[in-house]
């Protein structure tokens, strides 16, 4: 085998690859005597036929299926004798003239091809010990816990028929038709719907219009839908919904004790608190994770500067940009409404693109040399997380695992990257810093506001930045109530 490199261009290679007929008629040969004994054919005892038979017979589909063996597995072995490692799967290119194929199959030429690929850099990896984090952390205080403990009662609170009319707080049963331009549209009507006045839940303006009503009202309340609402056709619309109220019910009072544990299937108010405390730390944790882990990676993007291989740049990219469109299609906006155009856009992203895959090759290089590794077990725990987010769909997803080529490396790819990253924490120099809440989740919210610092697609480039494992850093305050069942509440708190 001749192997010639006919181009070094930055990253870019391209191979010839030779194989001497002679060589080729040779394995053909091997294989052919390997096949005489296990071959029935009418007219010959087994393991009589003689070779030129079997040539005439099988030979064209043993060399094809020896060509196709030599295409799957040699570049592998050209790569690794190189030194090299492949940013993607190396393209295979043959002749497709069938005259010069037919020789090939018939051992009567050589059998060349050519690998067109681009090579991963070789990255010196340097010394961490200028990087320096600042961990923010949050004392959770009491009155935060029974603040939370106060949310997860009013959601399970009850409510009683009430005389009179309605006041803030009041849940009201009502049946509903609304309507624009004087039609009604789809999802404007429900019966019995209830609605506790102040929860918020409806358009803006249309709860307040609530108050003072009594069971059998009929009123007709004006509102404006707002105009980053979700449905394009009602964004920024006026409507009108024709109301009759069924019922008027007031809170019951809600105090935080062993009765409201016991309520929520929890053995007790101090192990509410434990459960309701861990899921506000680990929350918060969560945004002091990923905001250590974005100074670890700013920083690194700092120490690696180098050329990408292209292929996977573009990859990445169209990652990205398929998601940056689905999210403006599904919002109804465009990038005018962003204040940019596609072609700035573009270039963003394409420069958080370049960013991705530079920083997970300097990762991927650390997590190696210092031997971080995923194991079986987290592998599991990452595929039933996904089988969780997909009830009834379980089948498919396992088999989408199990067939798809590479599917598992995007289960693979967060772990990994997560791990390495602490291991950069147990080298890098880390300072804890006390801060409130609301300095940990405003200083959040500005870096996703100055990200670009002008012009922005939507989603926000920080959000896609978030995380170059596309994990996001998207933390924001701690919503999530205490599940309301034992079982739930405490899965949640791990």
Do not use: C
């Not at 009123?219 to 707002?226: A, E, G, H, L, R």
């Not at 991705?356 to 190696?368: A, P």
């Amino acid at each position: 085998m001749q192997v010639t490199e006919t181009l070094a261009e930055g990253l870019k290679r391209e191979i010839k690859v030779v194989i001497p007929k002679q060589d080729m008629e040779a394995e053909l040969n091997v294989r052919l005597a390997d096949a005489k004994d296990k071959v029935r054919i009418n007219g010959f005892r087994p393991g009589k036929v003689p070779l030129s038979h079997l040539k005439k017979t099988y030979g064209k589909s043993i060399m094809a299926d020896l060509v196709n063996e030599i295409v799957r597995e040699r570049p592998t072995k050209i790569l690794s004798e190189r030194g090299e490692k492949s940013a993607t799967q190396p393209s295979v290119s043959m002749t497709e003239d069938e005259a010069e194929a037919e020789k090939i199959l018939n051992a009567q030429a050589d059998f060349e091809f050519t690998l067109t690929y681009e090579v991963i850099p070789p990255i010196e990896l340097k010394s961490t010990d200028g990087i320096t984090v600042e961990r923010e952390v949050v004392e959770v205080s009491e009155d935060e816990v029974n603040e939370q403990i106060l949310k997860i009662a009013e959601s399970a609170r009850t409510f009683e028929t009430k005389d009179g009319v309605a006041a803030e707080g009041d849940r009201v049963t009502m049946n509903y038709l609304g309507k624009v331009d004087g039609e009604a549209f789809d999802g404007g009507t429900a019966e019995d719907a209830e609605l506790v006045i102040g929860s918020g839940r409806f358009i803006p303006g249309f709860e307040d219009q609530l108050v003072g009503v009594k069971s059998g009202d009929e009123k007709q309340i004006t509102v404006t839908f707002p105009s980053e609402y979700p449905a394009p056709n009602l964004a920024g619309k006026d409507a009108t919904f024709d109301i009759t109220v069924k019922d008027i019910a007031a809170p019951a009072a809600v105090e935080i004790n062993d009765e409201l544990a016991s309520t929520l299937g929890i053995e007790s108010v101090d192990r509410l608190k434990e459960i309701v405390r861990g899921q506000i730390e680990s929350q918060y944790g969560n945004v002091t994770r990923q905001k250590v882990k974005r100074q670890i990676l700013d920083q690194l993007d700092e120490m690696y500067k180098f050329d990408a291989p292209q292929g996977l740049v573009d990859a990445e990219f169209d990652n990205i940009w398929r998601q940056i469109n689905t999210d403006l299609q599904q919002s109804g906006k465009t990038f005018e409404d962003e204040e940019t155009t596609e072609e700035e856009a573009r270039e963003e992203y394409r420069k958080l693109a370049e960013r991705r895959v530079r920083l997970g090759l300097v990762l991927s290089e650390i997590g190696e040399k210092a031997g971080v590794e995923v194991t079986e077990e987290e592998m599991q725990r990452a595929l039933y997380a996904q089988l969780q987010q997909f009830p009834g769909q379980q089948k498919e997803i396992l088999d989408f695992f199990r067939n798809t080529p590479g599917a598992s490396a995007s289960l693979r790819a967060p772990i990994f990257e997560e791990k390495v990253v602490d291991h950069l924490l147990s080298e890098v120099k880390v300072t804890d810093k006390t801060v409130t809440k609301e300095e940990l989740l405003a200083e959040e919210e500005g870096e996703d506001a100055d990200k670009p610092a002008k012009k922005k697609a939507s989603p926000k480039k920080a959000k896609a930045e978030a995380s170059e494992a596309a994990e996001g850093e998207e933390a924001a305050a701690p919503k999530k109530k205490a599940a309301p069942k034992k079982k739930a509440a405490e899965d949640s708190a791990e």
